[in-house]
Each structure stands twice: as structure tokens, then as C-alpha cells.
């Protein structure tokens, strides 16, 4: 297995197409195609399905490309820097469901360190792809929850990714909804109080499981609820629907602006905020100074 083969492969995987990939490559397509049967030969693996509409990528293709592009990646770095002698940014990335103080503590993290030296990565995303985020080495740290119910499973993934996961801090159960609702100027709400408003909550694509869910209560038979992906959506929901979802009870206001309030909800339910990072990474400067402002949000659970 070469550098040139491992180029090859993410090339077809980024065109779709062995003819563009070659095209591309400057290279004819018989070459190209034999230097991939080769390396699949090689590796015991099929990388691609091959079809008259075009060629795919496997399950296991998927996750190969990951690990190649790392390669390039780091190959590119080091002959940038040895070679070329060129002077190169430093990157850090944070994968993250949707919480505000965790993308208010990414931007400490950008204030403090400058941008001039520093290239920065900041993706609120779905479970599962933060999970494979730190795992394919995209992000250094993934922010995320884990409670009763969903701690079993996830912890699996983590082990299998060969991740660590980090408790951060424990949090009752809040509804996060806009001032304009009716149930705004209460202290607590009950599941039955809110039961005539829709709950929102974030849709995680192909692994919409219960356990993959950004929300507490994920299995409650819920008699209004809207999926959305974007989070300037929901907050739209709210106030225009009378919408809620559920969150830990940290607001930010300078982000989000003043319009919207927690309510403590009447359950005994928890959740545990904490982050996964690589087994085997010790975490960067800017990594140790992320985690520093995101505890500093402790005392506003």
C-alpha cells in the first residue's frame, strides 16, 4: 500500500467517477482501475461498488477513505514543513451536539489564541458523526451527553472507537422555550403541562435511534413533535409555534439574545455533559484551554 495508491482511492471516492478520478489524475482509467483492484487485492477489502450509474463507496470503504485521508493529511504537513518549508497553521476542531455555551467557549478559545497561526473547525452536529468526527481524527474533542438510558450503547461505540469519554458536569432537566410561551412564567413544568406544544428536537439522520437522540426522554410518546437540523429553525419554532425542546438550564444570552428561558422540569431525570477525545492524543493547548472555559459553565447548571 502506497501514498500514490491511497491518493487514488480518495480521488475516485471524491469523484464518484474512475473516469473523472483519471481525468484528474492524468492517469488512463485501465491504469487507475487496476491500481485500485490492487490495493483492495492487498487490503482484503472492496473499497467501491461498481454500478452502470456510477461507483459507491462501502461501509468499510467508508471508514478506509477516513483513515487515507488522514495520511494524506499528515503527509501534506510534514512536506510542508520539512520540505517545502513552508510554515503551516495549526488546526483545532471541536465536533458538538447543540449547545450554546460550548460554541461560546469555542469562541474564548479563538479569542484567546488569535486567528493569524490558528485554523479553526467548530461543526454542531449529530451523535453519531461526532463520534466518528473524533474518531477519523477531524475533531480533537466531541461535546456531548450521556444519561441512563442512552450511557450503555454509547460507551460501546466509544470503546470500539477507541475514545474516552470525560464527564464535564451533571445536569437536571430544563425546557428550553421562548418568553412568549404561555408556560414561561412558571418555576417547574410537567410532562402533562407540556403535552399541547410541539417538542422539538434535532433529527439525526440515519441513526435516528432513540439512544442516538440530542434529547432526554427521546422514547416519550410525544403528542406534537418536529424534527429540525438547524438550530436558528427551532429557535424560529418557538417563538412561532410555541415550540420547546429540552436542554441542561445553561443559557447564553449573547448568542442566542434574551427571548428565550428555562424551566426546571418536574422529573428526576439527569444527564452528564462531558466530551470524547482520542485514547491514544493527548490533547493540545488549545484542546486543555476549550476544556477550561467549557468548565467554567459548572456553576450556571
Known sequence: MTLIQLKYAVTVANCASVNEASKKLFISQPSLTASIHSLEDEIGTQLFVRSKSGIKLTPEGIEFIGYANQVLDQYDLLNSKYILKKQTKKKFSVS??????????????????????????????????????????????????????????????????????????????????????????????????LENYPCLAFDQGMNNSFYFAEEVLSTYEYKKIIHGNDRATLLNLMKGLNGYTFCSGIICEELNGNDYCAIKLDSDEKMQIGYISRRDSPLSDMGEEYLKKLSEYKAMR
Open 96 to 193: 458538538m451536539q447543540h449547545y450554546t455555551f460550548a460554541v461560546n467557549a469555542f469562541m474564548e478559545v479563538v479569542k484567546n489564541f488569535g486567528m493569524e497561526n490558528y485554523e479553526f473547525e467548530v461543526l454542531e452536529t449529530k451523535t453519531n458523526d461526532i463520534i466518528e468526527n473524533v474518531k477519523n481524527r477531524r475533531s480533537e474533542i466531541g461535546v456531548l451527553y450521556v444519561n441512563d438510558f442512552n450511557k450503555k450503547v454509547l460507551e460501546k461505540l466509544f470503546v470500539e472507537a477507541d475514545l474516552i469519554f470525560t464527564p464535564l458536569m451533571d445536569c437536571k432537566i430544563y425546557a428550553y422555550m421562548a418568553k412568549s410561551n404561555p408556560l414561561s412564567g412558571k418555576k417547574k413544568v410537567t410532562m402533562k403541562d
